[in-house]
């Protein structure tokens, strides 16, 4: 079993729609949780990032931490044709060398 | 700030000869990382560095995988005697023990093709 699972997609929704992308992860030590997108060919760039359980907004973007069922999610407001990527998610632990455990990524396609 | 750059952006090679790659991290972040990802799959960490010295290593990183980085600027990551599941995007990220958040910043990634 992996660590970090996170189902692969590929999700298709229309322009404007809300989008929800979810992780879960096994082990309760992880203190960090960020989301990257990644766009064809190219490496991931950090979207949200979260300490501990939590919301935090930025934009069209909510990022949720529930540590008690060790689940976290991405919703994407209005979502736009530009936002067709594959979504990462990532988590690591406090201290250490934090290094990120990644999960598979979703696909996600925005059509007009 | 430019950004974390790596090169070459793809290499075709041929199974049993050695490549190398480089990274060049945002100025000034200490920690730098390697990620290997396969297609459909997440990056999976392969080794840190502190400065210069190697602090960690996955265990996907075989005794044909070797990294450097001397003076604590620029990292290679070299594949020796190069095999077809080598076949990967190579990925680097750095950041900087001065951030609280110590964000990891991806470069574009070395694409390599083993035949």
């Known amino acids: 079993q992996k660590e970090v699972e996170q189902d692969p997609g590929p999700l298709s929704v229309p322009e404007g729609a809300i989008v929800s992308l979810n992780c879960t992860y096994s082990?309760?030590?992880?203190?960090?949780f960020m989301w990257y997108r990644q766009y064809s060919r190219k490496g991931p760039e950090l979207l949200m990032y979260t300490y501990s359980s939590g919301n935090k907004e930025d934009g069209r973007f909510t990022a949720q931490v529930d540590k008690s069922s060790k689940y976290i999610s991405l919703f994407i407001r209005d979502s736009q044709p530009s936002d067709s990527a594959t979504y990462l998610c990532a988590m690591r632990f406090s201290g250490g060398y934090n290094k990120l455990i990644f999960g598979a990524g979703t696909r996600l396609a925005v059509h007009p | 700030d430019t950004g974390v750059s790596q090169n070459p952006r793809h290499k075709i090679t041929k199974r049993g000869q050695n490549v190398t790659f480089r990274c060049d991290p945002i100025?000034?972040?200490?920690?730098l990382y390697w990620y290997r990802q396969t297609l459909g799959q997440g990056p999976e960490f392969l080794t840190y560095?502190?400065?210069?010295?190697?602090?960690?290593k996955s265990r996907l990183l075989s005794d044909r995988f070797s990294a450097e980085r001397p003076k604590g600027s620029f990292s290679t990551l070299e594949i020796q005697r190069t095999e077809q599941g080598d076949s990967a995007m190579y990925l680097c990220a750095s950041s900087s023990w001065l951030s609280k958040e110590e964000t990891q910043y991806f470069g574009p990634g070395t694409r390599l093709l083993v035949l």
């Open positions: 100025s000034e972040h200490n920690r």
């Open positions: 560095f502190q400065n210069e010295a190697q602090l960690e």
């Open positions: 082990n309760s030590a992880f203190q960090y």
